[in-house]
C-alpha cells in the first residue's frame, strides 16, 4: 500500500529564492508542464522506490468526516479522475496521446473507492485486512 500525495513543485523563478535552503534543489530533474518547468521536491515515501513494477490492484481516495461512520463504497472512474485532479495530482510531465489511453485504461480497469471516516484507528484496522504481506 502506498500513499500517493502530491510533490511541492518549485518553480524556475524561484528556484535561486530557495537554494540556500535547500541546496539539493539543483540536482532534481526539472518537469516541463503548461508551458513553466518547475522541480519537485522529493517526498518521503519515494526513497524506498525502486525499479520494480508495482501492480495497482485499487485505489481509495479517503476524506475525513469529523463524527463520520467509516464508510468505502465503489466509484466509477470518471468520479476518480475528478478526485485526482481535485486532489492536485501531478504525473509531473505532459503524456502524449498513447500515454493518456494508457492512464485511463488502467483508471477504468482498476478497483476505485471512497471512504469516509472519522476515526483513523478503525481505517487503520480496515486497511491491514487488505494487505498481504
Known sequence: ???????????????????????????????TYGGKVARYLPLPHSYHESNKAILIKGIIFPRYEKNAKTTCYPITAVNAL???????????????LDETECFLQFLCNTQRYYMEYSDIDEVNAWLSTLVVN
Open 82 to 96: 475528478i478526485k485526482l485532479v481535485e486532489s492536485g495530482v501531478s504525473l509531473h510531465t505532459q503524456m502524449s
Open 1 to 31: 500500500m502506498v500513499p500517493l500525495p502530491s510533490g511541492v513543485s518549485i518553480k524556475a523563478e524561484n528556484w535561486e529564492l530557495i537554494s540556500n535552503h535547500y541546496p539539493i534543489l539543483q540536482n532534481l530533474k526539472t518537469v
